[in-house]
């Protein structure tokens, strides 16, 4: 296929006179032709350059996260200190230090038998998790990354299944703690649990969830979703406390830091 040379030029690509109203629509399509290759070229290009091939670079990135457990050092998932600026009630700053990190292994007695079962069909390929106290050393708080076995479309299920059924409110779907030894955690058990949240991503193969208490061992007999404690005008004693804060807030920037190790891909604005 050929194009004629354009009305208003001569053989020598020289410009001659147009009669009429013939020459604004000239060099209107004239202008529309070029800014929209310029268009088209740039999109292309932007896409070689960002590495975007749609579909394939969602796979890449959802297949590197579930390969981070090995591939990045613990520092960079769980970090020595956190913080949390506006991450506390009312918008006020919070800075956690990591007082213990529990040997990776698998989700073996991880969880309570209720919980180990609704996460079962996404598997589990590895579990790190890292505890953590805030500045005063009275709050302590356990998060958690599960690294599944599943593809994009089981995670996408299990989320679906988690906001239909409202499984992260349920008390008896609550995640285990780390408690560890000669620390401030070292009494945080399953009866000192006091707010938590629990996150199914469906950009990557993991779950991430935290659950706090406070670190002087008190068992907690009403604990509540961080979800709920956060809420405006909560009287409960986690929510007063902040504890719903310390397990949301912690767990956000976790998450974050796994989705930067990931690239951009998988990050979401803050």
Request: proline share 7%; glycine share 12%; charged share 20%.
């Amino acid at each position: 296929m050929s194009f004629g040379e354009p009305e208003g030029y001569d053989g020598y690509a020289r410009p001659r006179a147009l009669s009429g109203r013939r020459r604004p629509q000239a060099v209107a399509a004239g202008v529309c032709l070029v800014l929209g290759l310029g268009l088209v070229t740039g999109a292309v290009t932007g896409s070689w350059l960002a590495g975007d091939s749609g579909d394939d670079g969602a796979r890449s990135a959802f297949t590197a996260a579930g390969d981070l457990w090995h591939s990045v050092p613990v520092d960079q998932l769980f970090p020595p200190t956190v913080q949390g600026r506006g991450a506390g009630p009312g918008g006020a700053d919070r800075t956690w230090t990591r007082v213990a990190v529990a040997p990776d292994g698998d989700c073996a007695g991880a969880f309570d038998p209720l919980l180990a079962k609704v996460l079962d069909p996404v598997g589990c390929t590895r579990l790190l998790r890292a505890t953590y106290t805030d500045a005063t050393q009275s709050h302590v708080t356990t998060v958690g990354l599960l690294f599944a076995k599943a593809d994009a479309a089981a995670m996408t299920a299990l989320a679906g299944r988690f906001e239909k059924e409202d499984l992260g409110r349920r008390t008896d779907l609550m995640p285990l703690p780390y408690a560890a030894k000669d620390t401030v955690a070292a009494g945080f058990g399953a009866p000192q649990r006091a707010s938590w949240t629990v996150s199914v991503l469906t950009d990557a193969p993991v779950v991430v969830y935290a659950v706090s208490g406070w670190a002087d061992g008190r068992t907690v007999d009403e604990p509540e979703p961080a979800e709920e404690a956060m809420e405006t005008g909560a009287g409960s004693a986690p929510a007063q406390a902040g504890l719903g804060h310390e397990a949301q807030g912690l767990a956000d920037r976790v998450e974050r830091a796994l989705r930067k190790n990931v690239g951009p891909a998988t990050e979401h604005p803050s």
